[in-house]
Each structure stands twice: as C-alpha cells, then as structure tokens.
Nanobody, 132 residues
Framework: QMQLVESGGGSVQAGGSLRLSCIYSGYKYTDVCMAWFRQISGKEREAVAVIDSVGNADYADSVKGRFTISKDNAKNTEFLQMNNLKPEDSGMYYC??????????????????????????WGQGTQVTVSA
C-alpha cells in the first residue's frame, strides 16, 4: 500500500510561482508512474502532468510551458513547479501514483502518460489559490 502526502500549496498573485511536493512511502522500488491532478470547484478532476519511472513527462495543453513535473527517486518525492500562474489554475491539487505498467509487444513501452494515468493511490490534496 502506497501512501502519498502533498505539500506546497498556498495563495499567490497571478504571474507568481508555487512548487508542490509529494512524498510517497510504502513501496521501495522506483517503477512508479506518478501524476498531478487538479479539481476546480464544480468541475471534474483533471490530470495536469504525469511522469514515468525514467523521467519522461507529459502535460495537459493548459499548463505546457508553465508547469514542470519532476521526481527525486532517492527522496521518494515528486514535484510540480508551477510558474506564471493564472487565476484559472486555482483548485485542489492531488498527487496520484500507481505501479508502472509496461507493454512488451510489439516493442517494450512504458504505459505512463496522459492516456495511461496512475489512479491507484491518492494524496489528500493541497489547495492552490491564484488571485488576479
């Protein structure tokens, strides 16, 4: 059972930056697919960024060029650096993870991207508020 704990949320003005962190425990290997989701009031939860076990990242169009997802396997921590924040980025941000799936045929391929999201384990969420 993997546990995830987010931190780093807060309130900033538009154009500002925040860095979210997610520490995971309960699993000692690095073959983990991780992602950040957000939920804006009244809307469905959406994925904003996902990263596979070797650091390949995939981003939602709405955050490309502004957000960067990364991992520090030695510290069991995932990060989301958010720059040039906009009021529409406000919401509850969640860290999510799953054991990375791999497709072996026709070629070996990691299944960890916006089309193969990790949703097995979730953190409690951290609030991000961006004011105009």
């Amino acid at each position: 059972q993997m546990q995830l704990v987010e931190s780093g949320g807060g309130s900033v003005q538009a154009g500002g930056s925040l860095r979210l962190s997610c520490i995971y425990s309960g699993y000692k290997y690095t073959d983990v697919c991780m992602a950040w989701f957000r939920q804006i009031s009244g809307k469905e939860r959406e994925a904003v960024a996902v990263i596979d076990s070797v650091g390949n990242a995939d981003y939602a169009d709405s955050v490309k060029g502004r957000f960067t997802i990364s991992k520090d396997n030695a510290k069991n921590t995932e990060f989301l650096q958010m720059n040039n924040l906009k009021p529409e980025d406000s919401g509850m941000y969640y860290c999510a993870a799953a054991l990375e799936r791999v497709r072996l045929s026709p070629v070996r391929e990691r299944l960890c991207d916006l089309g193969n999201l990790p949703t097995d384990y979730w953190g409690q969420g951290t609030q991000v508020t961006v004011s105009a």
